[in-house]
């Protein structure tokens, strides 16, 4: 037997659309599961292979001021996918959160965000950047009150963050391994001779 979803009850419909599921499981027992549904998103981290840093943004999330006090995240620049494709969305959101015109983007995998509770599922993106890439100063889209900060770190900066568990935004940690792993060069500290 395959699990199905034998009923469905909206309990709110805003930003986000927050379900009741009742659910068959596999088993055939039944059970009520909730579900929260805001659309797709993506998720870039820019970087300059020739000075070795990251462009992120460092901005309030209000989950994370709930749960630990967080004033700010640090994260990679991420945004919904509204219309068109994940990449057309990914250099959207760059252009606007960090001001930078992407060319290439070098896919990482789609992945849900968090499959317990969200239908979200987050298009994962790396794309290297000059500075002639960079068009504004960013700080993301009017009228959206974001306030974003826009930072730029050494790769070998966030390597460490990392390594020591500083890194809380998920979508990023992955990135930045992801980066690691396909171009470990680009985080050894630059040598005093180049």
Avoid at 35 to 55: C, F, K, M, Q
Avoid at 112 to 125: D, K, Q, W
Avoid at 161 to 187: I, Q
Wanted: net charge negative; proline share 5%; with cysteine.
């Amino acid at each position: 037997m395959k699990a199905e979803i034998l009923s469905l009850r909206t309990i709110h419909d805003g930003w986000t659309r927050f379900s009741l599921a009742r659910v068959r499981l596999a088993d055939g027992t039944e059970a009520e599961r909730e579900i929260e549904d805001h659309g797709n998103s993506v998720g870039v981290l820019p970087y300059d292979p020739e000075r070795r840093v990251a462009t992120l943004v460092r901005e309030l999330r209000v989950p994370a001021l709930y749960a630990a006090g967080e004033q700010s995240q640090l994260e990679a620049p991420a945004g919904l996918i509204d219309d068109g494709t994940p990449e057309e969305n990914a250099r959207r959101e760059v252009l606007e959160e960090v001001g930078l015109r992407l060319r290439d983007l070098e896919p990482v995998g789609a992945t849900y965000s968090c499959g317990g509770i969200s239908t979200e599922r987050i298009h994962l993106f790396l794309s290297a950047y000059s500075s002639a890439d960079r068009v504004s100063g960013g700080g993301g889209a009017e009228g959206e009150h974001e306030n974003i900060k826009v930072v730029e770190l050494p790769l070998a900066d966030l390597a460490a963050r990392a390594d020591r568990g500083e890194l809380t935004d998920l979508k990023t940690l992955t990135l930045v391994l992801a980066l690691r792993v396909r171009r470990p060069d680009l985080f050894e500290p630059i040598s005093a001779g180049r």
